[in-house]
């Protein structure tokens, strides 16, 4: 100690006066970092040449250099090491199969080190590794089985490289396994229901894949599960009611495949998804559980792109931690509840493409972090009366033909004599959803981005509601509209004046073609 205490003074006098071009000795080291060095790219040191004892060293970094030399095949002398950090290099060259030599190696790191090929067989003989994180590199092939050896392997991260092939199920015998990160691969096949013998799993990425078939049922064996990403695949079939026994959950995201099927009650238990449920562009059918009201702690919603039925379940009021809802393309009728106003943190409220009907309820007024409230290609329509934050000033508003006459007024309070204002104005919401700009589901799919109803596949795993939406949407009643009171801050006695109730931005009335509104601060 005394010795190495005196050798370490030495070289730091060689460094401060700038006189050391390379270490003569390392022998005597059993830790070496040399991450994010601007010296080591200067000055390379020979780590695996005659300057190191490989019986010494255990722990060896040299992450973030940005070193382009292969891996040499010595690394296998190394039999000391224990960890080892090689992330956030230039080695475009493949693993060499002497790491299997390496039985002690307890941490393997080697994220964007731009590795190559298929990974070694060898590194089944890596019994003492715990963390193996191989993240965005550019290895192809297959997942060896041998990794099944693995036993003690709590980390095993393989994202963002171009691995196919699929799961071997002997992969499922690690049961010491807390994350899995095979996402952004190029893996297919199905997922085994061994897979549920993964009961410590903390996180699970499987996105971007090819993976198809069902989700097994075992996932309800998943009780510590805190990541769940299953987005972009292939899977269909319905969601296992036993998802609900993931009940220690951060978010749940089965969004893009092709999942059918009600989406099961059992959804209400996971009452500690904190961060968001994805369920969006699939064909899931049926109602909306009133369960979903049980996620208090959640803060996004996504149930866009399916094919939900009924209404807008009132239970949304008990979600007061959720800032967006997104509900758009769906076959949603009936009107927005009201409880809806009870979510304060609620910024983005996007239920655009459906069959709503009637007013936006006035308590939606009283959010005062709302960015976001889209409710285009609906039969939707805004009561005067409720809102007076923001003010819109636009004869433009009633040049339209989807503007009915009765919500026109001039800024003294009377009605509009617009020429625009005619019978075909008065049309009731109902009547509107027939126009071209809203003519029918499939259509109004398309617009707004979203997969089509005409282009999902039919499952008779699909709930259907009892009430269609044409049928919603014909029976239901206009509500009359008070006059606008008078506004004297305003000059113009032409202006017609509409109020809205939004702080930022809202697209009520984007099924107008080529309509024109701007938006200005009250008495401003």
Not at 28 to 38: A, E, G, H, K, Q
Not at 172 to 200: A, H, M, V
Not at 296 to 312: A, D, F, K, V
Request: proline share 5%; with cysteine.
């Amino acid at each position: 100690a005394e010795y190495m205490g005196e050798y370490q003074k030495k070289i730091k006098r060689q460094l401060e006066a700038n006189k050391m071009n390379y270490f003569t000795n390392l022998n005597f080291f059993t830790t070496i970092m040399l991450y994010i060095s601007t010296y080591i790219s200067a000055n390379p040191v020979t780590i695996f040449g005659n300057d190191c004892d490989p019986q010494t060293l255990t722990e060896l970094d040299l992450s973030g250099n940005g070193l382009s030399q292969t891996i040499p095949t010595e690394l296998g002398l190394f039999t000391a090491l224990t960890k080892l950090n090689l992330q956030e290099n230039n080695i475009f060259s493949e693993i060499p199969s002497e790491i299997g030599l390496l039985q002690l190696l307890e941490e393997l790191y080697m994220t964007a080190t731009q590795v190559t090929g298929q990974l070694p067989s060898e590194m089944g003989n890596l019994v003492s590794l715990r963390i193996l994180i191989l993240a965005n590199n550019a290895l192809n092939g297959t997942i060896p089985t041998e990794l099944a050896a693995l036993s003690l392997l709590t980390d095993f991260d393989m994202s963002a490289n171009q691995v196919s092939g699929t799961i071997p199920i002997e992969m499922t015998q690690l049961t010491n396994l807390k994350l899995l990160k095979l996402n952004d691969n190029l893996i297919s096949g199905t997922l085994p229901t061994e897979i549920g013998l993964l009961s410590q799993l903390t996180a699970i990425f499987i996105s971007y894949n090819s993976f198809s078939g069902t989700i097994p049922s075992q996932i309800g064996y998943f009780t510590n599960l805190d990541l769940c990403s299953f987005q972009t695949n292939q899977l269909s079939g319905t969601l296992p009611s036993e998802i609900g026994f993931v009940t220690i959950v951060g978010y749940v995201d089965f969004s893009d495949n092709q999942l059918s099927g009600q989406i099961p009650s059992q959804i209400g238990l996971m009452t500690f998804i904190n961060s968001g449920l994805f369920l969006s562009n699939n064909n899931f059918g049926g109602t909306i559980p009133t369960t979903i009201g049980a996620l208090t702690r959640s803060i996004e919603i996504h149930l866009n792109g399916n094919e939900l039925c009924g209404t807008i379940p009132s239970e949304i009021g008990y979600l007061v931690n959720l800032a967006t809802y997104v509900l758009a393309s769906n076959l949603i009728s009936g009107t927005i509840p009201t409880e809806a106003g009870l979510i304060v943190p609620l910024a983005t409220l996007d239920l655009q493409s459906n069959y709503l009907t009637g007013y936006i309820p006035s308590t939606i007024a009283l959010l005062t972090n709302q960015n976001i409230l889209d409710v285009s290609y609906n039969s939707v329509m805004i009561s005067i009366d409720s809102y007076t934050d923001y003010v819109c000033d636009s004869t433009k508003f009633c040049n339209s033909t989807w503007i009915p006459s009765s919500v026109c007024y001039k800024c003294d309070g009377s009605p509009s004599t617009s020429p625009s204002a005619t019978s075909s104005e008065t049309a009731s919401p109902s009547e509107t959803t027939s126009s071209s700009e809203t003519t029918s589901s499939s259509e109004t799919k398309s617009s707004s981005g979203t997969t089509s109803s005409s282009g999902t596949t039919s499952s008779s795993e699909t709930v259907s509601c009892s009430e269609t939406p044409s049928e919603t949407a014909s029976s239901s009643e206009t509500p009359s509209v008070s006059p606008l009171p008078s506004r004297t801050n305003v000059n113009d006695s032409d202006c017609l004046s509409l109020s809205i109730p939004i702080r930022s931005l809202i697209k009520v009335f984007n099924s107008i073609p080529q309509s024109k509104y701007c938006f200005s601060k009250k008495n401003n």
